[in-house]
């Protein structure tokens, strides 16, 4: 089945404490997203990915870390995560990049990942 | 860049209800429109899109068409379920083309159908 993961699906941590959120797709897409969800403000982007070793800032990356090293892998860090960085957290993915329809691809979203940083 | 425009809602209906939900954007050129849907724990999901100018995008009943003299994907449905409630979200490409790729999105409107 075409999807993305997402893991872990709910984390309660503390001030300070480097987590990795991971996210997976198994479509061999080249375009990867990480977006974070509050409430008021909608979705937001956090990193987004182009290709393999190609990573850019989204909206609000401050904060966070990305890494491309494999086509299917976009895992979200948290170097010292914060109380306001406390919230729903979605990867994406879309076919992108060179197959030269980027601008009319489906993203495609993971489950989710609730945050809490005490 | 590009930006959207979404009512926010909530909207509450009874079932078999006719729904709206109004989007507009501002762009530069006619870049692709998406619907997308957040059922209730769940991510989001492609509801439907149009990649062109007086295209109609149509999925489970919902239809929006893209209008370019008035900016605008408006949302419908004429007879809604249930099983409809969730949060849409209106988008389009922050930028019309190039290499920088970003989607952004409207604010969400959350649909509550009663039975």
């Known amino acids: 089945e075409a999807q993305v993961t997402q893991n872990p699906r709910y984390l309660i941590t503390v001030t300070g404490k480097k987590l990795t959120v991971t996210c997976s797709q198994n479509m061999n897409h080249e375009y990867m997203s990480w977006y974070r969800q509050d409430p008021g403000l909608g979705l937001r982007q956090i990193y987004y990915?182009?290709?393999?070793?190609?990573?850019d800032k989204g909206d609000v990356p401050e904060g966070y870390k990305v890494s491309r090293k494999e086509k299917r892998n976009f895992p979200l860090i948290l170097e010292s995560p914060s109380p306001n960085q406390t919230s729903l957290y979605f990867c994406a993915s879309s076919l992108g990049g060179t197959s030269g329809r980027l601008w009319t691809d489906t993203q495609y979203f993971g489950p989710g990942t609730r945050l809490t940083v005490l | 860049g590009n930006s959207v425009t979404q009512m926010e809602g909530p909207v509450t209906l009874s079932e078999e209800a006719f729904l709206t939900i109004n989007c507009t954007y501002t762009?530069?050129?006619?870049?692709?429109l998406f619907w997308y849907v957040q059922y209730p724990g769940e991510g989001l999901q492609l509801l439907l899109k149009?990649?062109?100018?007086?295209d109609k995008g149509s999925n489970k009943g919902f239809e929006a068409t893209y209008r370019k003299e008035t900016t605008s994907f408006h949302l419908e449905k004429g007879s809604v379920q249930v099983s409809d409630s969730a949060v849409y979200f209106c988008a389009l490409p922050l930028n019309s083309g190039g290499s920088n790729y970003k989607l952004t999105f409207g604010k969400g409107t959350l649909l509550t159908v009663n039975p």
């Open positions: 990915s182009m290709n393999v070793e190609v990573t």
């Open positions: 149009a990649t062109k100018a007086d």
């Open positions: 762009a530069t050129g006619y870049p692709s």
